[in-house]
């Protein structure tokens, strides 16, 4: 891949980050990819037909997605290839009971959903994305899901004045949770009270009347468009890279064909931010269920499923901290991290990170035979290490797992930093990952028989 098709790579990523402002929005545009690949879109509550050579997607309430190519292999001696990812990223979202009088200010109340880095939200030209649900007679449920997002600003979280807040260069930038993060969306008016505005608001967007909202799931989100920065623009910055870049790389990896291959799966999931323990969480049983119906819709017995699953691996790719020029004392000093020096494997004794000797090794191999250096990391010992989907995964499933992602700075920021030839890499090493059938990597290091 040449410096140019790096950037474009990076483009793409950085339109599709633009295009996803919330988890929903996400996998509706991860389905748009899809549809246009030739992946046919598979239902839970239906029967299926699957055909070794064809590609195949399913979708569960509308913000986890998998999607997997079934190989020309037979699935119990080449097993999965998975690139798990999550499609939420934290921040706020809006309260059920959300708009009331601030002072002269009609404001809305907010959750805070995740570990963001509040005082990046501050000063931010915010608005809102999500999924709505109106009233249906003609659904099942009586109700229909609807997307929106206010492609322009609509709230904001000003700052006070450094007059009366003389420390807050020394202290930082801080707010109590409950009386200081409702986000202000308009003057009060007359008329009308603020609920009765916010929902006539939200109504007009969904197309719908106020009378049919239901319910809804709103994520604040930022309206700064990515972008590129440095001499060479060597750098991206969007908010969302973790971790909507490694769920656009699984993505961008799928194989045309897996010739002499398993099932390339990728797997992407709500609510990781959150603990993932939920009905379309990677602590669920989304990605169980999908594996055990491909082995039975093959054909496979019992004992030729599980040995699959003996056979398989999964990579938990998810963005990783890189080094911080201002802050070295925060980082393990014998394990540096460099941005555009390729992906990370993640590397945590306490299993914070699923990764394992052989895990570590596999990954290294893929990326030499790709010809990507690779790069380790390791948190330091008197900082808490932070997690993954990988941990959970690899032991609800019996999974080989290795936690890898791209260097970023800012993780958790409404504006966060990558390398922009990192995410190409990483696209590449995955693609190898994915077309590894029953000789290649597996089999040099004594995993696959």
């Known amino acids: 891949m040449n410096e140019q098709d790096r950037h474009q790579t990076a483009r793409d990523l950085l339109g599709y980050i633009d295009a996803s402002p919330s988890p ?8 748009e990819i899809l549809d246009r690949r030739g992946f046919q879109r598979l239902r839970e ?20 997605l998998i999607a997997f190519r079934i190989g020309d292999a037979a699935l119990e001696d080449a097993g999965f290839r998975i690139v798990g990812a999550h499609t939420d990223s934290p921040g706020f979202r809006v309260k059920p009971n959300a708009a009331h009088a601030k002072g002269p200010l009609a404001a809305l109340g907010t959750e805070i959903y ?39 600003p609509l709230l904001r979280l000003p700052n006070l ?32 009270p603020p609920e009765q505005k916010f929902r006539r608001l939200l109504a007009e967007q969904a197309g719908a009347d106020p009378e049919e909202l239901v319910s809804w799931g709103l994520a604040v989100a930022d309206t700064q468009a990515g972008a590129f920065w440095g001499p060479e623009n060597e750098f991206i910055a969007n908010s969302q890279l973790d971790n909507l870049a490694s769920c656009h790389a699984a993505l961008a990896a799928l194989p045309e064909e897996t010739a002499d291959a398993g099932v390339a799966v990728a797997a992407l999931f709500d609510h990781e931010e959150v603990g993932s323990e939920s009905y379309k969480g990677a ?3 989304f990605l169980e269920s999908i594996l055990a119906r491909i082995a039975e819709e ?3 017995s019992e004992g030729q499923y599980r040995a699959a699953l003996a056979r398989s691996w999964l990579l938990s790719a998810d963005m990783a901290h890189a080094t911080h020029p201002h802050f070295p004392s925060h980082h393990e000093p014998q394990h540096p991290v460099k941005v555009n020096e390729g992906p990370v494997i993640k590397i945590n004794a306490a299993q914070r990170y699923a990764t394992d000797e052989l895990g570590e090794a596999y990954f290294a191999r893929l990326c030499e035979e790709t010809g990507i250096p690779c790069q380790k990391y390791i948190h330091r010992n008197d900082l808490p290490c932070g997690s993954t989907i990988g941990p959970m995964m690899a032991a609800r499933l019996g999974l080989r797992t290795v936690d890898v992602g791209n260097p970023m700075w800012a993780m958790h920021s409404l504006r966060e930093s990558a390398g922009t030839f990192d995410h190409g890499a990483l696209i590449r090493v995955l693609e190898t990952f994915y077309t590894t059938g029953r000789g290649g990597v597996g089999r040099t290091l004594g995993v696959l028989p």
């Open 161 to 192: 004045a450094i007059h009366m807040n003389r420390d807050v260069n020394r202290e930082g930038l801080k707010f109590d949770y409950q009386e200081q993060l409702p986000l202000f969306l308009s003057a009060l008016s007359e008329e009308l």
């Open 283 to 285: 602590a669920g049983n």
């Open 24 to 31: 929903w929005h996400a996998v509706a545009n991860a389905m």
């Open 45 to 64: 509550a239906e029967t299926w037909d699957l055909h070794p050579g064809r590609a195949y997607y399913v979708v569960r309430d509308d913000s986890s």
């Open 114 to 152: 995740g570990g963001p880095i509040l005082a990046t939200f501050a000063d931010r030209d915010l608005t809102l994305a999500g999924r709505v649900f109106v009233r249906d007679e003609h659904a099942e449920s009586g109700v229909s899901p609807r997307l929106v997002h206010f492609d322009r």
């Open 298 to 300: 093959l054909s496979l």
